[in-house]
């Protein structure tokens, strides 16, 4: 019998498999596959040499070198699946999202955190100075009856004098009787009801607070807003005493190169009742249009109080006397600032918040 066309075969079939093994990446399988398995491979020309055998030698050969390319092809698919499996896997090692970096990228790099705006920052900056002043904070409610807001205040129904305040009505109980604050002045009826019921006279107070007037909002008007209230009760207190209170709260808020005055005006819960007037911040005096060239701003209200609204709590105006202040607090934060235009205080445009952080 002449040597079999197959008798290399083991070799070459060990040889394939090495080079098989030996295959990188998919694209140098892709490259190698018909040089493997293809027409032009070892194992094609060796079916072709078959065909001089006998017919039983060819069955023979015929199903070894079958079982030979079962083996090489097999061979192929699994380190196909391999390298496409660590194709897979480098591709997504690439695009891996660490989430840890993420998290600690963000740490350094401090996350964009709100602040208060710039009314509540000024309700605390004026609150700080007062209590530095020796007062103490105190808070009343923004929904009043119209005694609190009105008739304790010696502003009896239909007294004109209600047309300083226009005022929003809430629908309940009997018309007109319950209402939204116009003012932080109900909240002194309210220190002065409890320190009589209580009886831990004296008072030293500021009330900071939500209130709200019939207004058409402008440049120096908001229809809600904001007011900081003042009470004193004690023996013995004088105009003195407002005066020096204001003096020292201008000089601590403001500035000491801004001053304040106080003008006669007109409230029916104090007597006398004087306007509380500050240095203008835009011109510092000289006079300008926010001023209307006076060199004044108007910041509020203030007065000794009245005897009717002592009588209207049970307070012995022989024995205690006081004063009281009332001002606004988006006033004050304009005036500071240099605010030309209130309204910006309530339209949220982030270029401006962000002013005040
Ligand atoms: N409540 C007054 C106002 O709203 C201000 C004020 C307060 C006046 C206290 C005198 C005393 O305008």
Known sequence: MTS??????????????????????LEQLREAEPRLIGKRSV?????????????????????????????????????????????????????????????LGALRVPAAVGHPGLVASTQRELEDVFVTMGFNVADGPEVESDWYNFEALNIPPAHPARGLWDTFYVDLGEPETVVL??????????????????????????????????????????????????????????????????????????????????RPGFFPFTEPSAEFEVTCTICRGGGCRTCSQTGWIELGGCGMLDPAVFDAVGIDGDEWSGFAFGFGIDRCAQMRHEIADMRALIENDTRFLRQFS
């Open 43 to 103: 194992l094609a020309s060796l079916q072709k040499s078959l065909g001089s055998l006998e017919p039983e030698a060819r069955r023979e050969a015929g199903a070894l070198l079958q079982e030979a390319r079962r083996v090489v092809e097999s061979a192929l698919e699994e380190r196909r699946a391999l390298l496409a499996r660590d194709a897979r896997l480098r591709l997504l090692e690439a695009d891996r999202l660490d989430l840890g970096d993420v998290v």
């Open 181 to 262: 604050r116009t003012h932080t002045s109900p909240t002194q009826i309210h220190l002065m009801e409890e320190a009589v019921r209580s009886a831990t006279l004296p008072i030293h107070s500021v009330m900071p607070g939500r209130c709200f007037r019939r207004d058409t909002p402008d440049a120096r008007h908001l229809a809600t807003f904001h007011q900081i209230e003042g009470l004193v009760v004690d023996r013995g207190i004088t105009f003195a005493h407002l005066a020096g209170v204001i003096e020292t709260f201008t000089r601590a808020y403001f500035g000491p190169d801004i001053e304040s005055r106080l």
């Open 4 to 25: 079999s066309p197959l008798a290399g075969l083991a070799d070459q079939k060990s040889q394939l498999l090495a080079s098989i093994a030996a295959l990188e990446s």
